[in-house]
Protein backbone atom coordinates (compact mmCIF):
# COMPACT_ATOMS: atom_id res chain seq x y z
CA UNK A 1 0.00 0.00 0.00
CA UNK A 2 1.33 3.22 -0.78
CA UNK A 3 -0.43 6.74 0.53
CA UNK A 4 -2.12 7.46 -3.13
CA UNK A 5 -4.54 4.10 -2.13
CA UNK A 6 -5.78 6.53 0.42
CA UNK A 7 -7.27 8.49 -2.16
CA UNK A 8 -8.46 6.50 -4.59
CA UNK A 9 -11.71 6.28 -3.45
CA UNK A 10 -12.74 7.75 -0.21
CA UNK A 11 -16.11 7.87 1.06
CA UNK A 12 -18.19 9.31 3.94
CA UNK A 13 -20.79 7.62 6.38
CA UNK A 14 -23.26 8.55 9.09
CA UNK A 15 -24.85 6.39 12.01
CA UNK A 16 -28.71 6.57 12.29
CA UNK A 17 -30.54 4.52 15.07
CA UNK A 18 -32.95 3.31 12.65
CA UNK A 19 -32.60 2.20 8.82
CA UNK A 20 -36.04 1.88 7.34
CA UNK A 21 -37.16 5.41 8.87
CA UNK A 22 -33.91 6.68 7.33
CA UNK A 23 -34.57 4.79 4.03
CA UNK A 24 -37.91 6.70 4.11
CA UNK A 25 -36.22 10.13 4.92
CA UNK A 26 -33.85 10.27 2.67
CA UNK A 27 -35.72 8.36 -0.43
CA UNK A 28 -38.98 9.25 -0.29
CA UNK A 29 -39.08 13.07 1.32
CA UNK A 30 -35.72 13.98 0.05
CA UNK A 31 -36.20 11.94 -2.97
CA UNK A 32 -32.86 11.37 -3.08
CA UNK A 33 -31.81 8.06 -4.41
CA UNK A 34 -30.86 5.65 -1.80
CA UNK A 35 -30.29 1.88 -2.51
CA UNK A 36 -28.47 -1.27 0.03
CA UNK A 37 -25.38 -2.83 0.21
CA UNK A 38 -24.36 -6.01 0.11
CA UNK A 39 -23.79 -5.28 3.86
CA UNK A 40 -27.27 -4.42 4.59
CA UNK A 41 -26.34 -0.69 5.04
CA UNK A 42 -28.11 2.21 3.03
CA UNK A 43 -26.09 4.04 0.18
CA UNK A 44 -27.10 7.84 -0.28
CA UNK A 45 -26.07 8.42 -4.05
CA UNK A 46 -25.32 12.40 -4.16
CA UNK A 47 -25.36 14.69 -7.69
CA UNK A 48 -21.82 14.23 -7.46
CA UNK A 49 -21.22 10.87 -8.01
CA UNK A 50 -20.46 10.21 -4.65
CA UNK A 51 -22.12 7.63 -2.06
CA UNK A 52 -22.73 8.07 1.40
CA UNK A 53 -23.45 5.23 3.48
CA UNK A 54 -25.18 4.94 6.12
CA UNK A 55 -25.30 2.70 9.00
CA UNK A 56 -26.87 1.70 11.64
CA UNK A 57 -25.30 2.47 15.03
CA UNK A 58 -27.27 0.90 18.74
CA UNK A 59 -27.41 4.11 20.50
CA UNK A 60 -26.93 6.31 18.18
CA UNK A 61 -25.87 9.52 19.25
CA UNK A 62 -26.50 12.81 16.71
CA UNK A 63 -23.64 14.54 16.32
CA UNK A 64 -24.25 18.25 17.19
CA UNK A 65 -23.11 19.70 13.82
CA UNK A 66 -23.85 19.32 10.45
CA UNK A 67 -23.35 16.25 8.95
CA UNK A 68 -24.60 17.10 5.16
CA UNK A 69 -25.03 20.37 2.80
CA UNK A 70 -27.32 20.52 -0.13
CA UNK A 71 -26.59 23.66 -2.16
CA UNK A 72 -29.88 24.86 -3.87
CA UNK A 73 -30.28 27.51 -6.03
CA UNK A 74 -33.23 29.50 -4.32
CA UNK A 75 -33.37 28.92 -0.44
CA UNK A 76 -36.75 30.27 0.03
CA UNK A 77 -38.62 27.80 -2.04
CA UNK A 78 -36.98 25.01 -0.92
CA UNK A 79 -37.83 25.41 2.79
CA UNK A 80 -41.33 26.08 1.63
CA UNK A 81 -41.56 22.55 -0.23
CA UNK A 82 -39.49 21.08 2.37
CA UNK A 83 -41.86 22.38 5.07
CA UNK A 84 -44.64 21.11 2.73
CA UNK A 85 -43.24 17.73 2.91
CA UNK A 86 -43.12 18.24 6.89
CA UNK A 87 -39.74 19.29 7.48
CA UNK A 88 -39.29 21.17 10.54
CA UNK A 89 -36.74 23.51 10.45
CA UNK A 90 -34.24 24.21 13.38
CA UNK A 91 -34.89 27.66 14.87
CA UNK A 92 -31.41 28.83 16.35
CA UNK A 93 -32.53 32.35 17.40
CA UNK A 94 -29.56 33.50 19.18
CA UNK A 95 -28.20 33.30 15.49
CA UNK A 96 -30.67 34.98 14.38
CA UNK A 97 -32.67 32.58 12.10
CA UNK A 98 -35.82 34.10 10.76
CA UNK A 99 -39.65 32.28 11.55
CA UNK A 100 -39.31 30.20 8.64
CA UNK A 101 -35.45 28.69 10.38
CA UNK A 102 -33.61 30.49 7.75
CA UNK A 103 -30.07 32.10 8.70
CA UNK A 104 -29.62 35.51 7.13
CA UNK A 105 -26.90 37.19 9.14
CA UNK A 106 -23.65 36.97 6.37
CA UNK A 107 -22.54 33.93 4.81
CA UNK A 108 -24.83 31.72 2.27
CA UNK A 109 -28.61 31.88 3.14
CA UNK A 110 -28.58 28.93 5.47
CA UNK A 111 -31.68 26.61 7.55
CA UNK A 112 -30.83 23.45 9.52
CA UNK A 113 -33.17 20.89 9.96
CA UNK A 114 -32.26 16.77 10.72
CA UNK A 115 -33.10 13.18 9.80
CA UNK A 116 -35.72 10.57 11.94
CA UNK A 117 -31.83 10.14 13.56
CA UNK A 118 -31.54 13.76 14.89
CA UNK A 119 -28.48 14.04 12.37
CA UNK A 120 -28.45 17.93 11.73
CA UNK A 121 -28.49 18.47 7.50
CA UNK A 122 -28.68 22.12 6.02
CA UNK A 123 -29.99 23.39 2.31
CA UNK A 124 -27.68 26.67 1.31
CA UNK A 125 -28.59 28.61 -0.76
CA UNK A 126 -25.68 28.96 -3.74
Sequence with gaps: ???????RQPFSGFAVDDLPAART??????EMTVTDNEMGM???HLGTGAIVLI???PGHVPAQ?????FPVPDIES???ALTAKGIVFQQYREMGTDDKGIFRHGG????????????VLSVLEG
Design 1 to 7: MTIMDLT
Design 25 to 30: FYADTL
Design 42 to 44: LEL
Design 55 to 57: YPR
Design 65 to 69: YTILN
Design 78 to 80: TVD
Design 108 to 119: PLIAWFTDPAGN
